[in-house]
């Protein structure tokens, strides 16, 4: 039997190999759904398929820096999820200063493109979610992608919800109202990656 076989690192190497290519698949997925939600919210005047649209970038940002990061030591996985949690706090900065911007120039979303987009925005990152499964307790890198994939699904939902609040109201308020939820959410989750982060650091000194 080969020798690495015996103490383990072959297991580690294969490992870190699907991990990879997990992140591969879903850095190619998010970065296609960004180009598509981002023309579809500027067409469709949409703040929460914008919000969206920006959350896909991230994520595909997030995975390139974590497949960077696969094969290397604890204090490098650390330093990408804090990096994640800045990229997180971000976007819901951002999208807070696009709401406040929808006050002083109100406008009424075409609720139809928000909820295809929507459907195709939740169907991608659904796929996304499953093939990160099986890969969120590896460690604290792909733990903090789990836990964006998983975000996304929320932020999904609520874009469907935004779509079905413009068409009963005729207003862009449940628009301006999801887009300032996942705003919140994200800034919620960048806190307890940014904490975990900092944990780990902590624990893995220079």
């Not at 981002?38 to 595909?60: F, I, V």
């Not at 497949?67 to 330093?79: F, Q």
């Not at 900065?93 to 139809?112: C, N, R």
């Not at 928000?114 to 925005?121: D, H, N, S, T």
């Amino acid at each position: 039997m080969n020798g690495c076989c015996n103490d383990k690192s072959c297991d580690i190497e294969a490992l870190r190999h699907r991990q990879s290519a997990t992140l591969k698949t879903v850095l190619a997925i998010n970065a296609v759904m960004f180009v598509v939600e981002l023309t579809a919210g500027l067409l469709a005047g949409s703040l929460a398929l914008l919000a969206d649209s920006l959350d896909m970038l991230g994520d595909a940002l997030v995975y390139g820096f974590s497949l960077y990061v696969v094969a290397r030591g604890a204090r490098m996985k650390a330093t990408a999820a804090l990096f994640k949690g800045g990229i997180m706090a971000a976007f819901g900065i951002f999208v807070l200063g696009q709401a406040v911007y929808k006050l002083y120039v109100p406008q009424v979303p075409v609720f139809e493109t928000i909820g295809v987009i929507g459907l195709l925005a939740l169907a991608a990152n659904s796929i996304c979610l499953l093939l990160l499964w099986r890969h969120r307790g590896d460690d604290i890198n792909m733990h903090s992608v789990w836990l964006c994939s998983r975000n996304d699904i929320v932020a999904n939902v609520s874009v469907l919800f935004a779509a079905a609040g413009v068409w009963a109201t005729g207003s862009g308020w449940p628009d301006i109202l999801i887009g300032l939820g996942i705003a919140v959410l994200f800034l919620r989750s960048a806190l307890q990656v940014l904490r975990g982060a900092f944990s780990e650091l902590r624990a893995h000194p220079v």
